[in-house]
């Protein structure tokens, strides 16, 4: 097994509850329990196909339905080490075996979409990017979960604005994990020494007129020209914007899109910009020395900030996004993931599956946990009680930030991905890089984007 597919936690011991070992010794049914053979697909590492080794059931005493006594869960970096730090909690108060697969993002996401498009080899657990939720789903390889959530009644436990990609025709096919509500970072010490007041901001106007007092050679806020497409989704996700009517026509020439793009070019006019590739060497070194004051970005960023460019610490903090008006709404995303479960695995597989998400999702105590540990910011916003999120950050001159993210989060407009977001990714690339360099107005690059996309998809234009 390659670095990149390492196992976090080997460990194989059985840890059956109380229930489970009455089913064991035939105890109760009055029968041996049943067996699951449902396989563990290609080298072991997956849960689902037919002609693998058999696996042991144990009962779950609230339902009397009987559940794998073990299955796989597949994801990367943080999130892998998150999920194994729940493992043993789990194990301990649930029984049954879970074990975390760590992958390379993108190999984890191409290897489980193959598996589940063969029918064969997937892992019962698996995390999917809210962003993937519509190609996911279209392969018909997830289960549907909405029963068993009702059943819970974790539903509204969850930030609303995490259900929109997840569904589709009534059913659901994920449970939320976390999410990136979205903050201004700014470099405090560079704002103090040039005058900038960004804590009594409250509006995109209000901002740039701040920026304005930088020298010619320290930028506001970056544009990157790799990624005109984030920033305006976090924008247009704001206003409450939606890239498809409800009958699948294309919108992103609305209004909305369109008082977007004016903003966008507006702060660029406004010599307040820089262009800079998002996640280039250049990005973190102007970062680093401060020749870019803001960065626009999900709460997770800023864990990115202190691998990449430590020796900034105490110098940063982060405010709420700019509204478009006084008043107006504050809230937006960039980035969250959810759990899935294959739908080749068995029912017993399954059922374990959903037990072990549930426990890790929609449980106050372990949502903190991998905040505290590994900066994942909950869904689940019985979790925002918690002082946890009053706690200062060292990074950010000893700010709360967290406090300021859970405030947010309830707020996030819901957003529809669908499998022709990645159409909409090149449309508003290569439009607004027009836009900016001056080539279009902001009206002619958002109804050029739409117009691409509507030829490109066979859709009709709103």
Same mark, same amino acid.
């Given at each position: 097994?390659t ?8 460990r @194989?011991? =059985? ?12 105890c109760?049914t ?21 002609? +693998? ?10 339902s009397?339905?009987?559940?794998? %006594? ?18 043993e ?8 075996d ?13 290897k489980?979409?193959?598996?589940? =498009?063969?029918?064969?080899? *997937? ?5 999917m990017?809210?962003?993937d #939720? ?7 390889? !997830? ?8 059943? #819970? ?12 990609? !997840?569904?589709?025709?009534g ?8 999410l990136?509500?979205?903050?201004m970072?700014? @470099?405090?010490d560079?704002a ?21 007092k930088?020298?010619? $050679?320290?930028?506001?806020?970056? !544009? ?14 704001? !206003?409450?914007?939606?890239? &498809? ?12 899109s369109?008082?977007v793009?004016?903003q966008?070019? @507006? ?10 590739? %998002? ?8 970062f680093? $020395? +401060?020749?870019?004051? +803001? ?13 990449e ?6 110098k ?6 700019? *509204? ?9 995303n960039?980035?969250? %993931?959810?759990l899935?479960?294959? $739908?080749?695995?068995? $029912? ?5 599956? &959903?037990?072990y ?6 449980n ?7 905040y505290r ?11 925002y ?14 700010q709360?930030? +967290?406090?300021?993210? *859970?405030?947010? *989060?309830?707020n ?12 909409i ?11 900016i ?26």
């Open positions: 097994m670095d990149s597919n390492r196992r976090l936690d080997r @194989r011991i =059985l840890q059956l509850s109380a229930a489970g070992l009455a089913g064991l010794a035939g109760g009055g029968s041996q329990p049943a067996t699951d053979s449902s396989g563990s697909g290609d080298g072991g590492s997956g849960d689902g196909g037919s002609g +693998g080794s058999s696996t042991e059931t144990a009962t779950d005493g609230s009397g339905q009987q559940m794998a %006594s073990s299955v796989t869960a597949w994801s990367w970096d943080v999130a892998a080490k998150s999920l194994d730090l729940i493992d909690p789990y194990e301990e108060a649930n029984g049954g879970v074990t975390v697969e760590q992958f390379g993002r993108s190999n984890m996401k191409d489980f979409k193959s598996r589940i =498009l063969s029918g064969s080899g *997937a892992p019962a657990i698996a995390t990017e809210s962003v #939720a519509a190609a996911w789903v279209d392969t018909g390889g !997830l289960r549907d979960i909405s029963g068993w959530i009702e059943d #819970a009644g974790i539903k509204d436990g969850f930030v609303s604005g995490k259900w929109g990609p !997840l569904t589709k025709d059913a659901t096919y994920a449970l939320p994990w976390d990136g509500p979205v903050g970072f700014y @470099r405090n560079v103090n020494e040039h005058g900038l007041d960004l804590e009594s901001v409250e509006t995109w106007d209000q901002f740039i007129a701040e920026g304005e930088l020298p010619d $050679d320290t930028a506001l806020m970056n !544009l990157p020209p790799n990624d005109y497409d984030g920033v305006w989704r976090m924008m247009f996700r704001q !206003l409450g914007g939606l890239p &498809f009517t409800d009958s699948g026509a294309v919108n992103i020439h609305s209004e909305k369109l008082r793009a004016r966008m070019k @507006r702060a660029h006019d406004a010599g307040v910009t820089s262009s800079v590739a %998002s996640w280039s060497s250049e990005w973190f070194n102007r680093a $020395d +401060g020749s870019i004051t +803001g960065l626009y970005g999900g709460a997770w960023i800023e864990g990115t900030l202190k691998a460019i430590g020796d900034t610490s105490g940063w903090r982060v405010m709420k996004p700019p *509204a478009y008006e006084s008043g107006g709404n504050r809230a937006t960039w980035g969250g %993931s959810n899935v479960i294959a $739908d080749q695995v068995s $029912d017993a597989k399954a059922r374990r599956a &959903f037990d998400m549930q426990f890790a999702l929609a106050k105590e372990m949502q903190l946990k991998m540990e590994n900066g994942l910011f909950p869904a689940y916003k019985p979790a009680e918690s002082d946890a999120f009053d706690q200062g950050s060292e990074f950010l001159g000893g709360a930030a +967290g406090r300021m993210f *859970a405030e947010i *989060a309830p996030i407009p819901s957003y529809t991905y669908t499998t022709d977001t990645p159409e990714t090149k449309a508003i690339n290569s439009e607004f890089k027009k836009m360099s001056g080539d279009l107005t902001p009206k002619e690059a958002v109804d050029s984007a739409a117009n691409q996309v509507a030829d490109r998809t066979g859709r009709e234009l709103a």
